[in-house]
């Protein structure tokens, strides 16, 4: 079973950029599409990126998309998402999440990690 383990949250100000890790243990994840998630403080829980399996194909939510940049390393069974250009609208709490290639339902999930921006 995949597990997923996340960093490099933080505080930062409007403008800076940040990266994200979403380390993968217990299976390789050459397989599984990746998802990175966040959720704000009284707000519903918003896809922002993923990438499939192949990491050639990515969607990015419309509030996102020019900023943020999601990848996926199979060799370092690692995923990430690069946040350039920072808004404090973008603070929320980040979650990774992977599924198998093919399949609906997001199954597994990172712990989360706090993202701030100050204005």
């Known amino acids: 079973q995949v597990q997923l383990v996340q960093s490099g949250g933080g505080l930062v100000q409007a403008g800076d950029s940040l990266r994200l890790s979403c380390l993968a243990s217990?299976?390789?994840?050459?397989?599984?599409?990746i998802g990175w998630f966040r959720q704000a403080p009284g707000k519903e829980h918003d896809i922002v990126a993923t990438?499939?399996?192949?990491?050639?194909?990515?969607v990015y939510a419309d509030s996102v998309k020019g900023r943020f940049t999601v990848s996926k390393d199979n060799a370092k069974n690692t995923a990430y998402l690069q946040m350039t250009s920072l808004k404090p609208e973008d603070t929320a709490v980040y979650y990774c999440?992977?599924?198998?290639?093919?399949?609906?339902?997001?199954?597994?999930w990172g712990q989360g990690t706090q993202v701030t921006v100050s204005s």
């Open positions: 999440a992977a599924k198998v290639a093919s399949t609906d339902s997001w199954t597994i």
């Open positions: 217990g299976r390789a994840i050459f397989n599984y599409d």
């Open positions: 990438i499939d399996w192949s990491a050639l194909n990515t």
